[in-house]
C-alpha cells in the first residue's frame, strides 16, 4: 500500500486548479481548520518584479492563541514531498512542519504545512493587487 501524507494548503493553493498546474494529483481534498493561526502576506518574495512591498502568503500564530484559519488538506502519495518542497523553496525560502488540524466532523489529523523562515518574512508587505481584484 502507498505512503499517502496530507498537505495542509492556504491561500492560492487551496484551487484544484493551481494545484494541477503545479503538476502535483492527490488522493482526495477536504476543509479543516487550523487553530490559533491567521494567513498573513509577510513573505519577502525571491523576485518582487519590481513591486515595493509585494508580500506572499504565509501563515502566523494569532494573539493569545484565539481563532483559527481555514484551509484544504489534500490528501496525496509522500512521493509529492520533494514537489512540495520545490515549489515552497524549502528549507531556504519556507520550513515544512507538521501540526495538527480539525476536520469538520470535529475530528483531528496531522498534516504537513510550510511556514516562512523567520528571516524571510517583514512586516508591512501586502498582496498582489492583481491577484486578489
Do not use: C
Amino acid at each position: 500500500m502507498p505512503n499517502l501524507i496530507n498537505w495542509f494548503a492556504y491561500d492560492e493553493m487551496m484551487n484544484p486548479e493551481v494545484i494541477k498546474k503545479a503538476g502535483l494529483e492527490y488522493e482526495a481534498a477536504f476543509s479543516v481548520s487550523l487553530s490559533a493561526y491567521k494567513l498573513v502576506f509577510n513573505k519577502i518574495p525571491p523576485d518582487n518584479g519590481g513591486k515595493e512591498k509585494l508580500g506572499h502568503a504565509n501563515i502566523a500564530p494569532t494573539k493569545d492563541n484565539l481563532g483559527m484559519m481555514e484551509g484544504v488538506l489534500y490528501e496525496m502519495l509522500e512521493e509529492n514531498v520533494p514537489k512540495l518542497d520545490a515549489l515552497y523553496g524549502h528549507p531556504d525560502e519556507y520550513q515544512r512542519r507538521k501540526m495538527r488540524f480539525t476536520k469538520h466532523d470535529f475530528t483531528f489529523v496531522d498534516g504537513i504545512v510550510y511556514i516562512a523562515q523567520k528571516d524571510r518574512t517583514q512586516s508591512g508587505l501586502l498582496p498582489s493587487k492583481q491577484r486578489y481584484a
